[in-house]
């Protein structure tokens, strides 16, 4: 029985992190699933859904070798993965402001209230290091007009100087 | 009226070259009826393009008129279509019924001048702008073999807010 699992692997980014894994995930006869790669403060890290149909021991064993070669962390973790589950998300929400402490909680805490699912998130710190500015973008799915959770969101973050700003996804199926 | 099949990409088909329409005869008629109804049978039903139900023809159809909240023309049959004018650039999330279950974001132009003869062979120009004009990019791209993934941009390119004018 085939079996999902899902691989994280994080540590000092350097040449051919990827390439070095795929290759031995290919040889093994794994298959690849969704996967999303980054950098996050100057890390490397990738989570990665794998399959295979082989041995699951002898796999985790060289990737994990792999990760003791080039110094990453890794952690592999059987999941109930499945393909094709997207959903489709109907609004984008952009934030910036001044980094302060909160402003992910405040923020998604409105959301859980209106009844946003986020289905995506990615945030940036930018600006100087005596002045950061925190700059996120979600995807979410909401029943609640746009302009109700632009209305909650200025409510709770507009006088800390926080802008949010939400555009309409409409996605064209042609 | 029958619904057609829909090509699926990995079939190679969707990457050919669709050729010019000559006859303007009651088997096209018939064609188009059975291409509307597999649109509006569709997810998202707002167009089509011949090549996606097998059938090697530069004919597509496009029709948002069901959104109330859009500008549109309502439903233009696009027969040998031709963009003239191109004006702005937008990146907006697409999908195709020939690419199950996958979306992504493409840059297509704002505003579009089409000229197209219809079903009758008239030659007819349509001003479309923002989703219709959108829906129209994806359709003629079919014609020519393209899918929006070979117009993918990454996620991360929506951020910048950009504002550049193309001319043709
Ligand atoms: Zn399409």
């Known amino acids: 029985m085939a079996q999902w699992f899902m691989l ?9 992190i990827v390439a070095r894994v795929s290759t031995l995930l290919f040889e093994q006869g794994a298959h690849l699933g969704e996967a999303s790669m980054m950098r996050l403060g100057g890390n490397f890290t990738i989570m990665l859904m794998v399959r295979t149909e082989n041995d699951v021991q002898t796999l985790k064993m060289l990737l994990q070798k792999i990760a003791n070669d080039m110094d990453l962390h890794i952690h592999i973790e059987n999941i109930d993965g499945q393909l094709h589950q997207h959903k489709l998300p109907n609004m984008r929400i952009s934030v910036y402001g001044a980094d302060r402490m909160g402003i992910v909680a405040t923020v998604t805490n409105i959301l859980v209230e209106v009844g946003f699912n986020i289905l995506d998130l990615e945030s940036d710190v930018g600006g100087s290091q005596a002045q950061p500015i925190y700059i996120m973008h979600i995807e979410g799915y909401s029943e609640t007009p746009q302009e109700e959770v632009q209305k909650s969101l200025d409510a709770a973050v507009a006088k800390d100087g926080i802008s949010t700003r939400i555009s309409h996804i409409d996605t064209l199926i042609g | 009226m029958a619904v057609l099949d829909i090509l699926q990409y990995p079939d190679e088909r969707l990457k050919q070259l669709s050729v010019e329409v000559s006859n303007f005869d009651t088997s ?4 188009i009826n059975d291409l509307l109804e597999t649109m509006y049978a569709g997810p998202g039903g707002v167009g089509i393009a011949a090549p996606q139900v097998g059938y090697f023809k530069r004919i597509a159809i496009v029709d948002v ?10 439903c233009m049959i696009l027969i040998n279509p031709e963009i003239k004018k191109w004006e702005g650039m937008k990146i907006g999330r697409e999908g195709c019924m020939s690419v199950p279950d996958f979306t992504g974001n493409v840059i297509r132009a704002e505003a579009i001048e089409v000229h197209a003869q219809n079903v009758e062979g008239k030659w007819q120009t349509f001003s479309c702008v923002g989703y219709e004009a959108r829906a129209v990019q994806h359709e003629l791209d079919h014609l020519d073999g393209l899918l929006f993934l070979d117009r993918l941009v990454s996620r991360r390119t929506d951020l910048f807010q950009r504002k550049k004018y193309k001319k043709k």
């Open chain 1, 8 to 16: 994280t692997l994080v540590g000092k980014d350097r040449v051919g």
């Open chain 2, 28 to 31: 096209l008629q018939y064609f």
């Open chain 2, 65 to 74: 008129s069901k959104n109330p909240k859009l500008v549109s023309n309502g």
